[in-house]
């Protein structure tokens, strides 16, 4: 089998230089891929129908037999028609086809057929439309169907496969061993490529999905938990003494419950294991995981130790910047921030300063793993906004100390399945309380019709002394035809609507001491109105801003939505957020009610998870997930499944590196390359 990913398609017949690209915006460029490129759907061609028992409207299959030649003619319009007869022993009809010339040539009198297509019984006979139909003595079962590319239709796709399939080697090596195959009824793996591609019948088609979806789910989840392993090892860094109770008295307010528990489950990882701690702290927006970063950080840092604090945005890391000096006021404790936007020399300046440990708690973006940073001894390292950071970017913090602990924290709520295989190596705890106060967020869905309402409420709640965000999908005019863009949207209001009120424009392509500048503005109450890009999504903190309008609402996640949501509501006034939209698509509609319903992280994310699926659930790649082929993130009995036979794989052969594994293995190391984790060994 492994050599078939290094045989071009074009070692197979029909498929020239010209065919071998269609195949490649597919992403399939080779023999072995072709042989993974798994169908989306399939038709069924097992049930057959008789002729007098089609009905209008249905699609369905017949076995019938040309009974005249097909004849072309020509609408009035230029359209080509073909028609022909067809028969069975209960009756005849009419098969048509529009436009394709070919068709003629193609069907012979006298000959079996199996057609399939909608039944038309209008009173014109009974004909069946544009049939896709194939010799009755080739085909039976049911029919793959492929996501298709222009130039490269499903049927061609399929013949491919089918003589791909014709090539894999008499004795395969199945990467999953005889024994776990047995015990968890798993087929073999030419049984599963031939039915997954050509199935005989929806039983031979179950087992061979489910014999590829556990392979790669337990690809992804060994990964896991090789990674786990990986880290433990022993820490270099020794936490004798909790300080968590000291610095209490420190914070403005007093702490939820749930953020003592997960401040007490770090710190207990700490004192007591002799691993390093690898824990994930998720809490939904506005849940106060900064207080709990801090308290273990002070924690740290009181026994002798630096910590950093990664931040995906100069934005959020300067907030966090300011938020922590103001913890540790009045403490000996000093503090540095660390981002691309600096000058060259304070950069150097705060490297240098962190290199003698002058700085004992340095926050910043990715400039924290730059080569040129280095620490006198780190203690911690904690990452904010875990999906924003790719696993590798994760373990290069980490390698800048001696096994220090990590603590990783995350506002997007993972529905727990997807939670197992994505943080696999980490120890989870959940901040499910919102600090007291707190109102939820009122949310409706409007239409651009009633925007003179909305903005009259803006102007209402400004009147208040109250701020308000507006967000649109686009930074400039024209990128996309029907959408919003902030530049464009900042303008109008200025110059109408909001002449009197003062309105600020953020988004991306500004740089970054421009976006500092105009948060640093908006949460001074320097702008009553933002209009921004979702550059705003992460972390900002302004607890006076109470009205988040969203802009083509349609266009986003839910999940980002929530993100979005969680701007507000962040300080003890109601605040509104206002998903504008008009999309009239019933889906659309459905998804952005979920979000007038409901408040909850995990429910919006299950919902997401559901509805979209798990690659726009978190935007894009940067959560250092791969595409999966067959498998579904959404499929709890799978996940679980491929959790059991991974931890009867550790049992039963305790080592990946064991020989029956050598094939498994090499998938999961070849899976990590992918996504960029190649310190796996
Ligand atoms: P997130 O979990 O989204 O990172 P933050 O840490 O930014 O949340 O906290 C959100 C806001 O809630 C901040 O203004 C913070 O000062 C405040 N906050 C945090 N914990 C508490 C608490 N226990 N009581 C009252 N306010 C709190
Ligand atoms: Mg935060």
Same mark, same amino acid.
């Given at each position: 089998?492994?050599?078939?990913?290094?045989?071009?398609?074009?070692?197979?017949?029909?498929?020239?230089?010209?065919?071998?690209?269609?195949?490649?915006?597919? &992403?399939?460029?080779?023999?072995?891929?072709?042989?993974?490129?798994?169908?989306?759907?399939?038709?069924?061609?097992?049930?057959?129908?008789?002729?007098?028992?089609?009905?209008? &409207?249905?699609?369905?299959?017949?076995?019938?037999?040309?009974?005249?030649?097909?004849?072309?003619?020509?609408?009035?319009?230029?359209?080509?028609?073909?028609?022909?007869?067809?028969?069975?022993?209960?009756?005849?009809?009419?098969?048509?086809?529009?436009?394709?010339?070919?068709?003629?040539?193609?069907?012979?009198?006298?000959?079996?057929?199996?057609?399939? &297509?909608?039944?038309?019984?209008?009173?014109?006979?009974?004909?069946?439309?544009?049939?896709?139909?194939?010799?009755?003595?080739?085909?039976?079962?049911?029919?793959?169907?492929?996501?298709?590319?222009?130039?490269?239709?499903?049927?061609?796709?399929?013949?491919?496969?089918?003589?791909?399939?014709?090539?894999?080697?008499?004795? *395969?090596?199945?990467?999953?061993?005889?024994?776990?195959?047995?015990?968890?009824?798993?087929?073999?793996?030419?049984?599963?490529?031939?039915?997954?591609?050509?199935?005989?019948?929806?039983?031979?088609?179950?087992?061979?999905?489910?014999?590829?979806?556990?392979?790669?789910?337990?690809?992804?989840?060994?990964?896991?938990?090789?990674?786990?392993?990986?880290?433990?090892?022993?820490?270099?860094?020794?936490?004798?003494?909790?300080?968590?109770?000291?610095?209490?008295?420190?914070?403005?307010?007093?702490?939820?419950?749930?953020?003592?528990?997960?401040?007490?489950?770090?710190?207990?990882?700490?004192?007591?294991?002799?691993?390093?701690?690898?824990?994930?702290?998720?809490?939904?927006?506005?849940?106060?995981?900064?207080?709990?970063?801090?308290?273990?950080?002070?924690?740290?840092?009181?026994? &002798?130790?630096?910590?950093?604090?990664?931040?995906?945005?100069?934005?959020?890391?300067?907030?966090?910047?300011?938020?922590?000096?103001?913890?540790?006021?009045?403490?000996?404790?000093?503090?540095?921030?660390?981002?691309?936007?600096?000058?060259?020399?304070?950069?150097?300046? *705060?490297?240098?300063?962190?290199?003698?440990?002058?700085?004992?708690?340095?926050?910043?973006?990715?400039?924290?793993?730059?080569?040129?940073?280095?620490?006198?001894?780190?203690?911690?390292?904690?990452?904010?906004?875990?999906?924003?950071?790719?696993?590798?970017?994760?373990?290069?913090?980490?390698?800048?100390?001696?096994?220090?602990?990590?603590?990783?924290?995350?506002?997007?709520?993972?529905?727990?399945?997807?939670?197992?295989?994505?943080?696999?190596?980490?120890?989870?705890?959940?901040?499910?309380?919102?600090?007291?106060?707190?109102?939820?967020?009122?949310?409706?869905?409007?239409?651009?019709?009633?925007?003179?309402?909305?903005?009259?409420?803006?102007?209402?709640?400004?009147?208040?002394?109250?701020?308000?965000?507006?967000?649109?999908?686009?930074?400039?005019?024209?990128?996309?035809?029907?959408?919003?863009?902030?530049?464009?949207?900042?303008?109008?209001?200025?110059?109408?609507?909001?002449?009197?009120?003062?309105?600020?424009?953020?988004?991306?392509?500004?740089?970054?001491?421009?976006?500092?500048?105009?948060?640093?503005?908006?949460?001074?109450?320097?702008?009553?109105?933002?209009?921004?890009?979702?550059?705003?999504?992460?972390?900002?903190?302004?607890?006076?801003?109470?009205?988040?309008?969203?802009?083509?609402?349609?266009?986003?996640?839910?999940?980002?939505?929530?993100?979005?949501?969680?701007?507000?509501?962040?300080?003890?006034?109601?605040?509104?957020?206002?998903?504008?939209?008009?999309?009239?698509?019933?889906?659309?509609?459905?998804?952005?009610?979920?979000?007038?319903?409901?408040?909850?992280?995990?429910?919006?994310?299950?919902?997401?998870?559901?509805?979209?699926?798990?690659?726009?659930?978190?935007?894009?790649?940067?959560?250092?997930?791969?595409?999966?082929?067959?498998?579904?993130?959404?499929?709890?009995?799978?996940?679980?499944?491929?959790?059991?036979?991974?931890?009867?794989?550790?049992?039963?052969?305790?080592?990946?590196?064991?020989?029956?594994?050598?094939?498994?293995?090499?998938?999961?190391?070849?899976?990590?390359?992918?996504?960029?984790?190649?310190?796996?060994?």
């Amino acid at each position: 089998m492994a050599s078939l990913y290094k045989m071009p398609l074009t070692k197979l017949s029909g498929v020239g230089v010209k065919r071998a690209e269609l195949f490649a915006k597919l &992403g399939i460029n080779s023999v072995g891929e072709l042989l993974n490129f798994y169908p989306r759907a399939y038709e069924d061609w097992t049930d057959i129908k008789s002729i007098s028992d089609v009905k209008n &409207g249905e699609i369905c299959c017949i076995k019938a037999t040309l009974g005249t030649p097909v004849n072309d003619s020509y609408s009035r319009g230029g359209t080509i028609l073909s028609k022909g007869m067809v028969f069975d022993d209960t009756g005849s009809l009419r098969i048509l086809f529009f436009n394709n010339r070919y068709i003629s040539g193609l069907l012979k009198v006298g000959e079996e057929y199996l057609f399939r &297509g909608k039944i038309n019984d209008e009173g014109y006979g009974l004909q069946m439309l544009a049939p896709v139909f194939s010799p009755s003595s080739e085909e039976n079962g049911l029919h793959a169907i492929y996501k298709q590319t222009p130039g490269l239709v499903s049927k061609v796709i399929s013949n491919c496969v089918k003589q791909a399939l014709t090539l894999l080697p008499k004795q *395969i090596n199945d990467p999953l061993p005889e024994q776990v195959r047995k015990t968890f009824s798993l087929c073999g793996l030419r049984e599963a490529l031939e039915q997954i591609h050509f199935p005989k019948d929806p039983e031979k088609l179950y087992d061979a999905r489910k014999r590829l979806v556990a392979e790669e789910l337990l690809v992804l989840n060994l990964g896991m938990k090789k990674l786990k392993e990986h880290s433990r090892g022993v820490s270099g860094v020794k936490i004798s003494a909790d300080y968590s109770d000291d610095f209490k008295s420190k914070l403005p307010f007093e702490l939820t419950n749930a953020q003592k528990h997960a401040i007490s489950d770090c710190v207990s990882d700490m004192l007591t294991k002799s691993s390093p701690m690898n824990r994930l702290v998720q809490g939904d927006v506005g849940s106060g995981k900064t207080a709990v970063a801090a308290s273990v950080i002070y924690t740290v840092i009181k026994n &002798g130790f630096q910590a950093a604090f990664m931040a995906p945005t100069e934005i959020l890391a300067r907030q966090h910047y300011e938020t922590f000096k103001s913890f540790f006021e009045n403490t000996e404790i000093k503090v540095s921030l660390l981002t691309g936007a600096l000058k060259e020399s304070e950069k150097k300046q *705060i490297r240098s300063q962190l290199a003698d440990g002058e700085i004992n708690l340095v926050i910043g973006t990715h400039a924290l793993i730059t080569d040129k940073t280095e620490f006198k001894n780190l203690g911690l390292a904690v990452t904010d906004e875990q999906h924003r950071f790719g696993v590798s970017q994760r373990s290069k913090l980490l390698g800048k100390g001696d096994n220090p602990h990590l603590l990783v924290m995350s506002a997007t709520p993972i529905p727990r399945t997807l939670g197992l295989i994505i943080f696999g190596d980490l120890d989870i705890s959940i901040i499910d309380e919102l600090p007291p106060q707190r109102k939820p967020v009122k949310t409706a869905l409007r239409t651009t019709a009633q925007r003179k309402k909305i903005y009259d409420f803006i102007r209402k709640e400004v009147s208040e002394g109250r701020q308000a965000y507006i967000v649109c999908p686009l930074v400039e005019e024209g990128e996309i035809e029907g959408l919003v863009s902030a530049e464009e949207y900042a303008a109008e209001l200025m110059l109408n609507q909001f002449q009197d009120i003062s309105v600020g424009l953020v988004h991306g392509k500004l740089k970054s001491d421009e976006k500092e500048e105009i948060m640093r503005k908006f949460a001074a109450n320097e702008y009553s109105i933002l209009v921004a890009t979702t550059v705003i999504e992460v972390g900002v903190d302004v607890p006076n801003a109470t009205v988040m309008v969203i802009e083509n609402a349609e266009r986003f996640g839910l999940s980002q939505l929530h993100q979005l949501r969680g701007r507000v509501g962040r300080g003890e006034a109601q605040s509104y957020c206002i998903l504008i939209s008009d999309s009239f698509s019933e889906s659309t509609r459905a998804r952005l009610e979920v979000m007038c319903s409901t408040n909850d992280g995990f429910e919006i994310a299950d919902q997401d998870l559901k509805m979209r699926g798990p690659g726009d659930f978190f935007g894009s790649r940067q959560h250092g997930l791969p595409q999966l082929a067959i498998a579904d993130f959404a499929d709890t009995k799978s996940i679980e499944l491929s959790q059991m036979i991974a931890d009867y794989i550790l049992f039963t052969y305790r080592d990946l590196r064991a020989d029956e594994l050598r094939l498994l293995n090499s998938e999961v190391e070849q899976l990590f390359e992918q996504v960029g984790q190649n310190s796996l060994n």
